[in-house]
C-alpha cells in the first residue's frame, strides 16, 4: 500500500508556463483534496472531488483546475504560472460515505517555485 | 464560518520539557477536532483527534481534550523530545455545517527540542 504519491518532488516554473501536479492513491478512497501550504499560512484548500466524475471548488480555487476521471487520480492543473503560487501542494484523501469525521492521509508535498 | 487559532511560533523547548500549544476554535455546528503532526520534509499526518465534547485524544504521549465551555483543544506532552520537533497544526471538521470532510487548519506552530 503506497497510500497517496504525488509527483514531482520539486518543479521551478518560468511565469506562464502550465504545469500537471500528480495525485495517485491506492486505498480505493472516495474523497480526495488539493491544498496550498504557504509559510505561517496553514494550509488553504484548493479544490476537492467526492468521487469520480465530481469535482468541486474549495477556498482558493482561482488560477487552478482539477478533473477525476478515476477513483485513484486527482490531478492539479495550473494553467499560466504565477509567482502568487509558489508553494508546497499538498494531496490528501479519505474514505468518505458515512458522516464519520475521518482522517485525511496526506501525500509527501510538491514544492513548486514560479519565477 | 470555521477558524481555527492557534498558538504563534516558534516554540523552542530542552529535551524533557512540558509541552503546551493552545487551540481555540469557532464553528457553526458541533465539529471533530484534531492535531495534525508535519516532520520536517513530508506530508501531514494525523496525530491525534476528538469527536465530542470532553473527548480526550491521546498518542504518542501527546494529549489534548476537547473542551466546549472554551471552544479549546490545548495539546500537550509531559516530556517532549529532540524526535517531536515537528510543525503541529490543530483542524476542526464540522459535521453539522454540510462540511464533515474539509478540514480547516490554524497556521501551524513550528516546535523545536534541543538536547
Known amino acids: 500500500n503506497a497510500g497517496v504519491t504525488q509527483t514531482p518532488k520539486f518543479r521551478i516554473l518560468k511565469i506562464g508556463q502550465s504545469m500537471t501536479l500528480q495525485c495517485t492513491q491506492d486505498?480505493?478512497?472516495?474523497?480526495m483534496y488539493w491544498y496550498r501550504q504557504d509559510p505561517g499560512m496553514g494550509l488553504k484548500l484548493i479544490y476537492y472531488?467526492?468521487?469520480?466524475?465530481?469535482?468541486d471548488k474549495g477556498e482558493v480555487p482561482n488560477g487552478y483546475n482539477v478533473s477525476r476521471s478515476t477513483t485513484e487520480d486527482f490531478p492539479l492543473r495550473l494553467e499560466l504560472a504565477a509567482p502568487s503560487q509558489t508553494s508546497v501542494y499538498f494531496c490528501?484523501?479519505?474514505?468518505?460515505?458515512?458522516?464519520?469525521?475521518?482522517?485525511?492521509?496526506f501525500g509527501p508535498g510538491t514544492r513548486l517555485t514560479v519565477t | 464560518g470555521n477558524s481555527v487559532t492557534q498558538m504563534e511560533g516558534p516554540v523552542t523547548l530542552s529535551e524533557e520539557a512540558f509541552l503546551t500549544i493552545n487551540c481555540t476554535y469557532t464553528?457553526?455546528?458541533?465539529?471533530?477536532l484534531f492535531w495534525y503532526v508535519q516532520y520536517p520534509g513530508e506530508g501531514l499526518q494525523l496525530l491525534l483527534k476528538?469527536?465530542?465534547?470532553?473527548d480526550k485524544g491521546s498518542n504518542k504521549g501527546f494529549e489534548a481534550t476537547y473542551r466546549k465551555e472554551t471552544t479549546s483543544f490545548h495539546l500537550e506532552k509531559g516530556s517532549v523530545q529532540v524526535s517531536d520537533s515537528a510543525v503541529y497544526f490543530c483542524?476542526?471538521?464540522?459535521?453539522?455545517?454540510?462540511?464533515?470532510?474539509?478540514?480547516?487548519f490554524g497556521k501551524g506552530t513550528l516546535l523545536t527540542v534541543n538536547p
Open positions: 464553528a457553526t455546528g458541533y465539529p471533530s
Open positions: 486505498m480505493n478512497h472516495n474523497y
Open positions: 490528501a484523501s479519505i474514505p468518505g460515505g458515512t458522516p464519520i469525521p475521518y482522517e485525511q492521509y
Open positions: 483542524a476542526l471538521s464540522d459535521l453539522q455545517g454540510g462540511s464533515n470532510y474539509k478540514l480547516t
Open positions: 472531488s467526492v468521487g469520480a466524475g465530481i469535482t
Open positions: 476528538a469527536t465530542k465534547a470532553d
